[in-house]
């Protein structure tokens, strides 16, 4: 749940500053790197960084299929 509520709100703000802050966004920051590319950046970061921190928490816990044999 945490997973899609982090990297979804991240693109929808992504989008939205896209769609009505294009200048903005077309901003360069450093030679031809402009801000939306560098928030496009940070985006990928936290998806990268969120699927790894979702892939450890889904290691610790057991299976569905082994907590139904344990209790049997």
């Known amino acids: 749940m945490s997973f899609a509520l982090v990297n979804g709100s991240a693109f929808a703000v992504h989008v939205l500053l896209a769609c009505s802050a294009a200048e903005l ?3 360069r920051v450093w030679g031809e790197a402009t ?6 950046l940070v985006q990928g ?10 892939d450890r928490r ?6 569905p299929q082994e907590i139904r044999e344990e209790s049997r």
């Open 25 to 27: 966004m077309a901003t």
């Open 35 to 40: 801000l939306g590319m560098l928030a496009l």
């Open 45 to 54: 970061s936290l998806l990268v960084w969120t699927a790894a921190r979702y």
């Open 58 to 63: 889904a290691d610790a816990r057991p299976a």
